[in-house]
């Protein structure tokens, strides 16, 4: 029913910048929280950002809390992430996910998108 499709994902050199997007379709794109996640090699899924409903809320982990930013635009049915400072240990692939509230644990999350690879190199 709802589809989510990342795109803006690449290859960056340490203290670059990305924006990935994701557009969303199917449901009603304003009654759904959009999150985004990463994993990489080795890892568990990891947390990376969330914004509410209306973008009335966001919420970021601190490891990305001062260049990570999460944004969205109804009209678009887009989420956005622009990714700033680039770390070599923000190297993963990036999920976007809805859910019809906004939590931080990957379990809660209702849809998922394919993912796209930030490679970050140092």
């Known amino acids: 029913q709802v589809q989510l499709v990342e795109s803006g994902g690449g290859l960056v050199q340490t203290g670059g910048s990305l924006r990935l997007s994701c557009t969303v379709s199917?449901?009603?794109?304003?009654?759904?929280?959009l999150a985004w996640f990463r994993q990489a090699p080795g890892k568990e899924r990891e947390f990376v950002a969330a914004?509410?409903?209306?973008?009335?809320?966001?919420d970021y982990p601190d490891s990305v809390k001062d260049r990570f930013t999460v944004s969205r635009d109804d009209d678009k049915n887009t989420v956005y992430l622009q990714m700033n400072s680039l770390k070599p240990e923000d190297t993963a692939v990036y999920y976007c996910?809805?859910?019809?509230?906004?939590?931080?644990?990957?379990?809660?999350?209702?849809?998922w998108g394919q993912g796209t690879q930030v490679t970050v190199s140092s």
């Open positions: 914004i509410g409903w209306s973008g009335s809320a966001t």
């Open positions: 996910a809805a859910a019809r509230a906004l939590y931080t644990g990957p379990d809660m999350y209702d849809y």
């Open positions: 199917g449901g009603t794109f304003t009654d759904y929280a």
